[in-house]
């Protein structure tokens, strides 16, 4: 039997980070939570739903996780190094986005 749960990339391949200096990982006190792209030296694009927190079966999400939880890290593909590690300071989450399953306005900034 394969535990191996399965990718989530389809037919991807690896790559070295070189080839993608902008991606991020952002990480929480449990680990990778997301990916993320730097759009300057202090903004990161993400999905919202990242940050959003909303209970089974809702049709809104609940509130967005703290700042101070995340951390940006940048340059490694170790999900465990700490070096370049950034602190988050806010989230902006696009107003129109609710939450649910259409995923509409799924985009946030992180400063």
Not at 24 to 53: F, P, Q
Not at 68 to 74: A, F, I, K, L, R
Request: with cysteine; charged share 15%; aromatic share 6%.
């Amino acid at each position: 039997i394969n535990a191996k749960p399965p990718s989530k990339i389809v037919q991807g391949h690896a790559v070295r980070i070189e080839e993608f200096p902008a991606t991020v990982s952002i990480r929480t006190a449990t680990g990778h939570l997301c990916g993320g792209t730097l759009i300057s030296n202090k903004h990161v694009l993400t999905a919202a739903h990242c940050v959003a927190v909303q209970e089974p079966n809702t049709p809104h999400y609940d509130y967005i996780r703290p700042a101070h939880d995340h951390e940006v890290h940048t340059g490694t593909s170790s999900s465990t190094s700490p070096e370049n590690a950034h602190q988050v300071k806010r989230i902006h989450v696009h107003p129109d986005y609710t939450g649910g399953a259409n995923f509409h306005n799924d985009i946030a900034i992180f400063t």
